[in-house]
């Protein structure tokens, strides 16, 4: 949650104080970001947890972590805050088996492309909500060998269906421009994500940060980053092959402060989203169009907002809106605004 040495508590009244009064925010996330949460025993993270459930306005929680810093103890637990039953059980026992046929067919093919997983593997739990931050980065063991991750993809594949099993919602970390990697294998790596149950997807361009093995390549040519042109370009392809309920909750990433090596960009984030959408409209296309679950020409009219729409089509949107609801796991107990 930032602020380097300060305890949670500190943490969450110095953010609330300051995102409340600018923003006018009533209620808020807490951000649990690497190295605070999953890593060490469950003890701990049990605390961790105690500690959020004292917090004022507390309506969510974000964790990121690694899929091999999982396991069915620390998911039982994550599952009980998020179902308001904490504290955890000294000794958890999983209320699933969370084993699963791992094969991975090596070649690409249209099961990836279009399959929507289960609806038992959708289910939210009641309450607070809770997301899981997975840097699962590249679907091909070759690529997680290369930049040393220290796990295959079947263990990403694993942490994604446990944490859905237990009705936690899953946002993936995906990169493009790995070493090694070219546009179609980052392709493949998002039409293997697409087809697990995953709730949101951060995607990443990679790049070269000082003081890194990577920095090293790249200063002495054995790495190139990807261009804004090229990367833009990626997207633009990698969008229509997403399931359209999978919330996209980043385009591109930031270096830290002076950390930056390369490449240097001439758009800034906000000048670049709006790239990737005249992208988008440039080739008449739009998440998700590409799968054979596509709805039909145009794009659904729920990705509008009803108030922006002529009022002939209100009555459409909200009937495609109310369909797709239980898909997005909004519970609609009033009338549409």
């Not at 972590?65 to 039953?85: M, V, Y």
């Not at 060998?145 to 899953?170: C, K, P, Y």
Request: glycine letters at 8%; charged letters at 25%; a negative charge.
């Amino acid at each position: 949650m930032g602020l380097l040495g300060a305890s949670l508590e500190d943490q969450w009244a110095f953010w609330r104080n300051r995102y409340g009064r600018s923003n006018e925010a009533g209620i808020f996330i807490a951000y649990l970001q690497s190295f605070s949460n999953t890593y060490g025993p469950v003890e701990k993270l049990r605390r961790t947890l105690e500690a959020l459930e004292a917090l004022p306005d507390l309506a969510g929680l974000s964790i990121g972590t690694r899929p091999d810093c999982l396991d069915s103890e620390k998911l039982d637990c994550i599952a009980r805050f998020a179902a308001g039953n904490l504290p955890c059980p000294q000794h958890v026992h999983a209320a699933t088996s969370g084993t699963h046929d791992q094969s991975v067919p090596e070649r690409h093919t249209g099961q990836y492309r279009n399959t929507v997983p289960p609806d038992g593997q959708h289910r939210i739990l009641p309450g607070r909500e809770v997301w899981l931050e997975l840097g699962l980065q590249s679907a091909h063991d070759k690529t997680l060998v290369r930049i040393n991750r220290g796990h295959d993809f079947a263990a990403s594949e694993s942490a994604v269906r446990m944490a859905a099993e237990r009705g936690l919602r899953v946002c993936a970390h995906l990169i493009a421009g790995l070493p090694g990697e070219t546009e179609e294998d980052f392709l493949l790596t998002v039409d293997r994500v697409n087809s697990l149950p995953v709730h949101g997807v951060k995607f990443h361009n990679l790049y070269v940060a000082k003081d890194t093995e990577l920095a090293r390549h790249w200063e002495q040519g054995g790495y190139t980053p990807l261009t804004e042109e090229e990367y833009l370009r990626i997207l633009v392809r990698a969008l229509p092959r997403l399931r359209p309920e999978i919330v996209v909750q980043r385009l591109t990433g930031d270096a830290a402060g002076d950390e930056l090596l390369a490449p240097h960009w001439h758009s800034g984030k906000t000048a670049f989203i709006a790239s990737v959408a005249r992208g988008l409209e440039r080739l008449n296309t739009w998440q998700g169009k590409e799968l054979e679950t596509s709805p039909g020409p145009l794009p659904p009219l729920w990705f509008s907002l009803r108030r922006n729409l002529p009022a002939h089509l209100h009555r459409q949107w909200e009937e495609e809106f109310r369909a797709m609801a239980p898909i997005l796991h909004f519970n609609i107990t009033e009338p549409l605004p």
